[in-house]
């Protein structure tokens, strides 16, 4: 494994790691109720992600929770983790 480089302040929005990257949660950024919802779905501080499909500029399907989940890369972008391995 190899560990991924990180922007200044220790973290990097999901939308940005590559499949098979596998981060942790540290913030979910706030705005018009996604962050309740995003919290309510499994992508709550300290939870564990892994990037399984990447699609640029497309949408996003990672495992949080034991559970898929597709994110719209706008979504992805509110979610903060760091932490990240790439395999």
Do not use: N, Q, Y
């Not at 706030?30 to 399984?52: I, N, Y």
Request: proline share 7%; charged share 20%; hydrophobic share 50%.
């Amino acid at each position: 494994m190899m560990s991924m480089g990180t922007v200044s302040g220790g973290s990097l929005p999901l939308a940005f790691l590559p499949e098979g990257a596998i981060a942790t949660v540290i913030k979910v950024m706030r705005g018009r109720g996604a962050s309740k919802h995003l919290e309510d779905m499994g992508f709550a501080p300290p939870a564990t992600v892994k990037v399984l499909k990447s699609c640029p500029p497309g949408a996003m399907l990672v495992m949080v929770k034991e559970s898929r989940v597709a994110l719209s890369r706008d979504m992805a972008m509110k979610i903060l983790v760091g932490s990240i391995e790439e395999l």
